[in-house]
């Protein structure tokens, strides 16, 4: 890599503001002719562009300060290129297992949500009995690893990710021949703890309901939006990203989903699993959304793009999932309403209540796990069999006398 010397030029400190700040410019050209550019605002005050100033030569209020954090970025620039560089050109084997480990994550082809997730997992590896080079890992050290996590607190499901990417990273290593063997045994996975189902029996889902309707008067927003999740059994992502465009008065039809992401939430172009899926629609959902619809129609004509559970004021805007996660929390909690757990329910638990009540109420499987969006029953019965305790005695009701002649033989 070569690097410009850069210049300095002055530029608003926000599109807003009247304040000018030096910012520093420079170009990055790689071995093989491709240049890019680079610039760092120094954040130093100075003084509005005028007529005076000379191309190319900083100087005025602030000039020789802001040269000085621009040269000290830029050498920071040069150094950290070179560690990389050096890091490139070392042996495999003897990278540190975190360095090992993230290029062996270079290697695949991941979404940029996923490549970011890595960063998360990287943090819980960079312990130091993990600092040592890949060649030298061994099971004691992997095993004294994990006990630190645990002694930590990760939690389970973190700790089995984790885990388990160190264990690929080692078995690509084993591929390589840089690894004689791989230290991560399979009886050392961390076992994930299963989540305890927590959907709301009769008793609650009435009180569940009653909370609604008073709370029509105080949030009618998040009492829209639980009300459609206890519905539909919808995820509050999806119903986060539910535009008006994507409901027709025979479905809703689930195109997106707001997912998290660094700094924020963003918008993805597909749900969980892929596939997009259409939850048909019954006259309660339609009230629901028609009442969504009233609030903004008698502001604006044009509704596609409008979002059902945006602010009025920036209605082309989708919500924040953690905000209404958080204020749903507070609601299940001033109104005392447990599920089968008897802990107060996570938004997510009405879509199991959906799902728990569906099928109590004889909707088969199929049909449920089409609704939920799962790829295959075995995934429904799996999380929600032993809502259906009636199923074998209620098929045997039905074949009494289709086989046979119901004496005795």
Partial sequence: MRYSQGNLRKRKKSKSSDVYVWEGMLYVTDDEGNRKQKS????????????????????GRGARQAAQLFAAWREQLIE?????????????????????VQRYWDTRDVTPETREHYGYLLKHMQRPVLNVPMGELDTA??????????????????LNKTYNQLMYACRWAVENGDLERNPCLKR??????????????????????AALVSMQSTDPKLADLADLALNTGMRIGELCALTFGDVDADAIHIRNVVVRSKGGCRLKPSPKN????DVPQNATTRAIIERRRAVFAAHMDELSGVYLFADLATPTKFPSPSYLGKAWSAAMKTAGIVGVASVKP???????????????????VVTVASILGHRDTSTTLRHYARWMPNANASAMEKMD?????????
């Fill in 274 to 277: 892929g596939d997009r899926r």
């Fill in 40 to 59: 760092f605002v120094t954040g130093v005050i100075c003084d509005a562009p005028s007529d005076k100033d000379k191309r190319g030569v900083p100087s």
């Fill in 188 to 209: 050392d996975t961390p076992k994930r703890s299963k989540h305890e189902l927590n959907p709301l029996d009769d008793v609650n889902v009435d009180k569940l309901k």
């Fill in 401 to 409: 006398g289709v086989v046979g002649d119901g004496e005795d033989s």
């Fill in 346 to 364: 996570r938004f997510h638990d009405l879509r199991d209540t959906f799902a728990t009540q569906a099928l109590v109420n004889g909707i088969d």
């Fill in 80 to 100: 950290a290129d070179k560690a990389a560089e050096a890091l490139r050109m070392a042996p495999a084997a003897s990278l540190a297992v975190t360095d090992y």
């Fill in 141 to 158: 050290r992997v095993r004294e690893w994990l006990a630190t996590l645990r002694k930590e607190g990760l939690g389970q499901s973190m």
